[in-house]
């Protein structure tokens, strides 16, 4: 694991201490004290996205992870993640329905960033089940949440457990949508469903869409290849749509009945 220290030290910041209890306690008692997350917040405030990361690994125990869906902007996070931790897991949820442009994204970012790729599933295959249930995603608001459950919520909830992860990284940004906007750096989600108690981290909460482009060019790494066609936010064919004159990006995906599928919000 890299030790390399965060700029800000520890003794800078108030709660660090106290965090640490936190922190053991929650494993056996699943109760998280307000008071010094609440402080550390503002202090991450004061960070850069690189000290985050550093500050969380080097300050908070458990395995780091890493979800993406390889969407319009994801190079960001993978890049500054693996450039901390090279070796951290990278957890994608593959539905079987993704653009052939995200794989080829995958592939190609899995390569120049030498990614640890973990790749969870449903239990069912795409075509069973279309055999079994229909397609899900035209079977109302009703129908599209099992969608999601079955092909989201789940293996990223099985992901998580398999992989013991304890520090679980994410690039949710406030300025994505109305369901982000009050996100926090640092979230304690409490186990349920056999999952370990688990931070949340969100490194780039605060970051602008100007901030992820100035990162990209300086980085020289790409957006996703169908950015360029008006995606810009991309999931699966069938619930992904171009941004059109009057509509705001939140209704690009699901048809507009909803913009988070329930992997971050539901475990």
């Known amino acids: 694991m890299n030790t390399q220290q965060c700029n800000t030290c520890e003794k800078d910041l108030p709660g660090v201490t106290e965090m640490s209890a936190v922190n053991d306690a929650a494993a056996s008692t699943s109760v998280t004290p307000i008071r010094p997350l609440a402080d550390v917040e503002i202090r ?132 994505q949508s109305q369901s982000r906007a009050n996100i926090q750096f640092i979230e304690r989600r409490e186990g349920k469903d056999g999952l370990q108690p688990i931070w949340k981290v969100h490194p780039l909460a605060d970051w602008t869409d100007r901030d992820v482009g100035m990162y990209l060019k300086n980085h020289d790494l790409p957006y996703h290849p169908l950015w360029d066609q008006g995606y810009v936010s991309i999931g699966d064919t069938h619930t992904t749509s171009r941004l059109a004159d009057g509509m705001t990006a939140e209704e690009t995906r699901f048809f507009g009945l909803q913009r988070e599928c329930g992997i971050h919000t539901q475990i």
């Not at 901390?84 to 080829?104: A, H, K, R, S």
């Not at 239990?123 to 949440?145: C, H, I, M, T, V």
């Open 44 to 175: 991450m405030g004061q960070m850069s996205a690189e000290q985050r990361v550093h500050w969380v690994i080097d300050n908070l125990a458990g395995r780091p992870v890493l979800s993406s869906s390889f969407g319009a902007q994801s190079a960001v996070m993978l890049h500054l993640l693996t450039g901390i931790e090279p070796d951290i897991p990278v957890i994608l949820i593959d539905t079987g329905y993704l653009f052939p442009e995200t794989y080829q994204f995958i592939d190609r970012l899995h390569d120049r960033l030498r990614l640890n790729l973990k790749v969870f599933r449903s239990d069912l295959s795409p075509a069973w089940q279309e055999a079994r249930y229909g397609k899900l995603w035209e079977k109302s608001e009703s129908g599209l949440n099992h969608y999601n459950r079955i092909n989201k919520v789940e293996p990223m909830r099985r992901a998580l457990k398999s992989l013991q992860a304890g520090l679980w990284f994410s690039g949710l940004r406030r300025g």
